[in-house]
T-cell receptor, first 118, second 118 residues
């Protein structure tokens, strides 16, 4: 079963509105979560690293005020796209690190959230 | 700087053919992790394999096999006797080791779209 859950999986919103995407780790406490954005026919690009209890670390070129990240608990990180515009339409994926590690991998990905801004 | 190159943008094969997806990486670190993920049309990322930089043993899992060669900085993925269900975008990714040996964020290649026709 999924160990990282994202919600919503699909969202359509009007231009100018804000949209919140949630990323939850289900089986472990994640001190670190990552937010990726995937453009059509492009690779996944890391947007920011979310650290529980502290400010997120944004990658170069990612607008902090546009993409608000909150990691208020060890199992939940949220990405809020503020004042969304059509160019923000994309597929957003989160991943969470299991600090205990496993034999097969330490990063688990959510199912992704497809945002469409009209 | 870290970089992952998947030179094949799209590959089309007929069912039962073998297919190899290429991945070349760049990193200055001596300790790092390499991954392959499958992204079916539904969008979620499916973890296939993680390999650390000190383990150059090739791995076979069913119809999947991986060839890791540090000398050429390559981590190629072969699907034997391909099936229609293998149709997806496949991503190769690199992660440098972080604190305590755990992996940091992933750097993805641009992906290879594999189409397997019946």
């Amino acid at each position: 079963g999924a160990v990282v859950s994202q919600h919503p999986s699909r969202v359509i919103c009007k231009s100018g509105t804000s949209v919140k995407i949630e990323c939850r780790s289900l089986d472990f406490q994640a001190t670190t979560m990552f937010w990726y954005r995937q453009f059509p026919k492009k690779s996944l690009m890391l947007m920011a690293t979310s650290n529980e209890g502290s400010k997120a670390t944004y990658e170069q070129g990612v607008e902090k005020d546009k993409f608000l990240i909150n990691h208020a608990s060890l199992t939940l990180s949220t990405l809020t796209v503020t004042s969304a515009h059509p160019e923000d339409s994309s597929f957003y994926i989160c991943s969470a690190r299991d600090p205990t590690g496993t034999a097969t991998g330490e990063l688990f990905f959510g199912e992704g959230s497809r945002l469409t801004v009209l | 700087a870290q970089k992952v190159t998947q030179a094949q943008t799209e590959i089309s094969v007929v069912e039962k053919e073998d297919v190899t997806l290429d991945c070349v990486y760049e990193t200055r670190d001596t300790t790092y992790y390499l991954f392959w993920y499958k992204q079916p049309p539904s969008g979620e990322l499916v973890f296939l394999i993680r390999r650390n930089s000190f383990d150059e043993q090739n791995e076979i899992s069913g119809r999947y096999s991986w060839n890791f060669q540090k000398s050429t900085s390559s981590f190629n993925f072969t699907i034997t006797a391909s099936q229609v269900v293998d149709s997806a975008v496949y991503f190769c990714a690199l992660s440098e080791a972080g604190y305590g040996g755990s992996q940091g964020n992933l750097i993805f290649g641009k992906g290879t779209k594999l189409s397997v026709k019946p």
